[in-house]
């Protein structure tokens, strides 16, 4: 069991109303709507679950990895719950000391979670999921950004909108552009599918709230599945 006193989390995932909810985030779900086709995946942060069920339910082997025991407590029981549970293998674990063999994973995960690490780790820990990612490989992230009303910088330092109940943990807000500009880099390799900053409410957990967010969707460069973009456009009738 996890020991309250030193997981931020615990009481957000130790309740019955699990926090953050069950829906995966929407470029997930449109992805594997679109294009899901099992394999090997890792959900760094995994939490309670959410993206690395939609991931398992799509047929995909999934190491979800998080710091919080009692969030991948909660992932092995829901994952029983749907009959998934021999395709989802819990870590417990710093995603700064996660060992990613190169090109070994179709699907890379990261959700609110390389803000949650000192600035410089999370730029490491960004390298090493990119190295992770196979040639046809999926790479998602999602990071809290400065406009949130929890950032110490302008504009979210400014905001009057109500912050989340463990903004506390978050300690790395990106700056405008900044995850684009990492995954345009020669050396990360990716083809963006999908990027947006925009603000958000949040109903997920705690009172509502608003978050500031910067969303990637991204494949290895080169690679060109069949993506019709979230939700998708002129998709075809027949």
Not at 189 to 201: D, F, K, V
């Amino acid at each position: 069991m996890s020991d309250e006193t030193s997981d931020l989390f615990f009481e957000a995932y130790d309740r019955d109303d699990i926090a953050y909810g069950l829906v995966p985030s929407g470029a997930v779900a449109a992805f594997l709507d679109q294009f899901g086709k099992g394999g090997r995946a890792i959900d760094l942060g995994a939490g309670a679950g959410r993206d690395t069920l939609a991931l398992a339910k799509a047929g995909y082997e999934v190491t979800s990895v998080d710091i919080s025991e009692r969030g991948l407590e909660r992932i092995v029981e829901r994952a029983k719950d749907i009959d998934v549970e021999d395709l989802v293998w819990p870590l417990v674990c710093d995603v700064r000391e996660v060992t990613i063999d190169e090109h070994s994973f179709d699907a890379v995960i990261a959700t609110t979670v390389l803000d949650h690490i000192p600035a410089d780790d999370a730029k490491l820990v960004w390298k090493n999921m990119v190295r992770g990612l196979n040639d046809r490989g999926l790479l998602f992230v999602e990071v809290h950004t400065t406009e949130d009303p929890g950032s110490p910088e302008q504009p979210g330092c400014d905001s009057a909108m109500p912050m989340s109940e463990t903004a506390n943990a978050v300690i790395n807000y990106f700056k405008p552009n900044q995850l684009a500009a990492w995954a345009i880099e020669p050396e990360s390799q990716l083809r963006i599918l999908h990027y947006e900053e925009r603000l958000e409410w949040d109903y997920t957990h705690g009172d509502e709230h608003m978050h500031g967010k910067a969303i990637l969707l991204a494949v290895r460069e080169g690679y060109h599945p069949s993506w019709y973009g979230q939700p998708a456009a002129f998709p075809r009738k027949s």
